[in-house]
């Protein structure tokens, strides 16, 4: 393995190794993106297609421009004419109008039945009883406030004249002259104005209406003519003391009535603040319901410049008398164009499918971030030296790249097969919102993430919330929208959940494409913004902010789930130098008496040896302290105790095998020298460097062979050994070196295995990739988890020269079940039994120590056993038989004892007797060893 550069990778090369890695994944992930990217362009053309379907059937000589056969020269023969006199009322709306009909201005006047009326909830007076709908006299009553009484009240006066004056000679002055009103609603456009062909009435409005007072008069307006009862309508003026007893009485009356089926609605009003003779200040309220209904129409279409037209002429009036009037002769539609029938139906639908097609983003990203966290990657990275700066800075900017790319292809493709969505809203506002939202969406799933450890929940909430979030809002929240009496401040509030906000911009770009598209205008543009009824102004905010809340949530929740730290950790000053020397631990004394007393030997003297270590400040590489972990008790039982005070030292060169049965805490004590898990009390150090404070610096010199393999399936070995390396700050020649030498060192070099991808690898294959990971880069402390489990015994010894040829230069905890890998490749080893070790020391020191007696085995039939136990007391009366089993019987014979002749001597006198079918005599193993150690600490467990 080739030496590494020295010092911690900078941030910079860590970003490169983060980036270069995800680069290669997503190269690998060829078909899952092309999967991801067909799903907008199929809906596209989906919505193409319903579109064309639609516009085909609409498309018929009933709702095109009406044509006829004209004989113009008088030679017989006929020419097509199309033209809106030869059009019935269906089609005359396609034809073209190069000049349309000026129409008089009207007023909006409430229905009969909303016109207001004095009732229990309207507290002010001079308004009608309510008797007056049964007679159909109710007048329409206009409001009245200001700073001066008197004038307001004169200028009320001026606003209706006192007697009718129209006649048809002149009508459109006569017309202009009074005050017309209707009921009707308008439309989007005013080439037919609705209240000349509808049944409803026309009105002109004086202050008294005599016993006479209809009028039947013929209209023209270009080739249409009408006979029109124009009827006299009472307007009433009521003055109030301030403007809010006028908007007290406008919504309380409009609310509550809308509640009890009464609504109370006035014309219009006025509040003249401090005008006089010397200035003219007023504010007008009118109601914008009809205006809302009908979408965002013009003022004009909306009846509120004869609104203004009143004050004007009242004040005039005021000033130079009642022949002072500006005369409001018509208003007149623009110029019209021949026009297809045709309905933007991909935009009405836009808002549903379009946001599925956006949030489909955010369960990929959720469950590439949850696989990660599944499979242990992101902590397998940490430990390898990656730090949080280039981890969240190079994800967040992948995974907002990807989503950016995405969009782009959708917006792209969607113009290009001809959506008016995209076509007709501005591009630069698409973008913005766009990449809000993706930035938000990535923040998003950055925090819920935090939330799960298991790839398949994520998939299914995830999907969950793309689908359920549509339907909300396409049956629930646009419903909100667009019910004018819902609070705007309740919209505000749901806007705040980030589906509801993306549907409401998505709703936004509708509504403007398909009012574009209908009246052949531009959709959204960047001054439409600061319209108080466009609602991509607030949304834009309330994403941004979102984005940034989000953000900063996501990386807060982070540093405590995955590394661990204090919920309050930003109030603390962290240590930005921490010294290489040794520190004290305070409590390593707490408790520690009782317990040494009843400690062996060998586990005394190395806790002693600690202690004086830390004294003297002598560098070793690895020293654990008196190190617990001391898990709580549940559901009534007592605490377990998986780590009980365990001291040890390592020097450089060393490594120092732990054997143990399962459970007794040899995976807990590597989880806290890696640290997955914070000691309960007690510390370690690693290179001088505090596991409790000084992580991250002890991960950028560590190395780590995980129980279970740790690995991309896409990546190769070569990919993963080149990630780690650059980790390492291993660049150029060096990391080519290292990577070729440890895939060597391995047997993962021949054979195109390297360039194989890791999904493709045996259990053995992946095995030795994770040994040579956590050699790469020369870490100065490896912690080996079972290293060589599934290997075949060719492979597991060429594992081990590799384990004892790197163990030269740096300090190795290896844990493992097998004895052999134990006495082959450490210098010292540890039985590790119930959260504490039992015995300390190497191979033979253990074997001499706890093996000092010979086993002897023999078989024969079950009716010989007696006569074989009486041989083996004769050979050592303080032989203790350990095994017994059909005929087959296993003794300990002190050594000092028996001799080794005695005991050939022995058998050939008992195969003279009887059959033996075999036997055997050995010296004590390892293996006997352990199991000695295990059951005579379960046993003093037990009992105490």
Known sequence: MADSVHGPASFWTQANALLRKNLIFQKRDVKSNIRLISVPIILCLLLVLIQNLVNKNLDTPSN?????????????????????EY????????????????????????????????????????????????????????????????????????????????????????????????????????????????????????????????????????????????????????????????????????????????INEILTAYDFHNSNRNGFNVNIWYNSTYKKDKGNLPMALSRIPRTVNLASNAYLQFLRGPSARVLFEFVKEMPKA??????????????????????????VVLIALVYEKQQKLRIMMKMHGLADGPYWMISYAYFLVISSIYMLCFVIFGSLVGLKFFLLNDYSIQFVFYFIYMNLQVSLSFLVAAFFSNVKTATVIGYIMVFANGLLAAFLFQFFLQDESFPRGWIIVMELYPGFSLFRGLYEFSQYAFNGNYLGTDGMRWNDLSDGKNGMNEVLVIMLVQWLVFLFLSYYVDQIASSGKDPLFFLWNSRKNPSPSFRKHSLQKQGSKVFVQMEKPDVAQERERVEQLLESSTTHAIICDNLKKVYPGKDGNPEKFAVRGLSLALPQGECFGMLGPNGAGKTTFINMMIGLIKPSSGTAYAQGMDIRTDMDMIYTNMGVCPQHDLLWEKLTGREHLLFYGRLKNLIGADLTQAVEESLKSVNLFHGGVADKQTGKYSGGMKRRLSVAISLIGDPKVVYMDEPSTGLDPASRNNLWNVVKRAKQDRAIILTTHSMEEAEHLCDRLGIFVDGSLQCLGNPKELKARYGGSYVFTMTTSSDNEEEVEHMVRRLSPNANKIYHISGTQKFELPKQEVRIADVFQAVEKVKSKFTVYAWGLADTTLEDVFIKVARATHAFNVLS
């Open 64 to 84: 095109r421009c009406g044509c006829k056969c004209v004989d113009k020269n008088g030679d017989g023969k006929c020419e097509e004419v199309c033209g809106i």
């Open 87 to 262: 059009s019935d009322l269906g089609q005359a709306s396609n034809c073209p109008i190069p000049s349309p009909s000026e129409w008089p201005p009207l007023l909006q006047i409430p229905a009969l039945k909303y016109r207001a009326v004095q009732t229990d909830f309207i507290s002010y007076g001079g308004l009608p009883d309510d008797s007056c709908k049964m007679l159909g006299s109710c007048p329409a009553t206009i409001l009245l406030t200001g700073s001066n009484q008197t004038f307001g009240e004169s200028m009320g006066r001026n606003l209706f004249s006192s007697g009718s004056t129209l006649n048809s000679s002149d009508i459109f002055y006569s017309l202009a002259y009074n005050i017309l009103g209707s009921e009707s609603h308008t439309e989007y456009v005013n080439f037919l104005e609705a209240a000349f062909f509808s049944n409803l009435p026309v009105y002109y409005v004086q202050s008294q209406c005599s016993s006479n007072s209809t009028f039947s008069l013929p209209l023209e307006f270009g080739s249409v003519a009408v006979q029109q009862e124009i009827n006299c309508l009472k307007g009433l003026h009521l003055w109030r003391n301030s403007s809010y007893e006028i908007n007290d009485e406008i919504y309380k009356g409009y609310s509550k009535g809308n509640q009890e089926g009464k």
């Open 338 to 363: 021949e026009t297809k029938l045709s309905l933007d139906f991909a935009s009405i639908l836009g808002p549903l499918f379009f946001s599925w097609v956006v949030s489909q983003l955010f369960p």
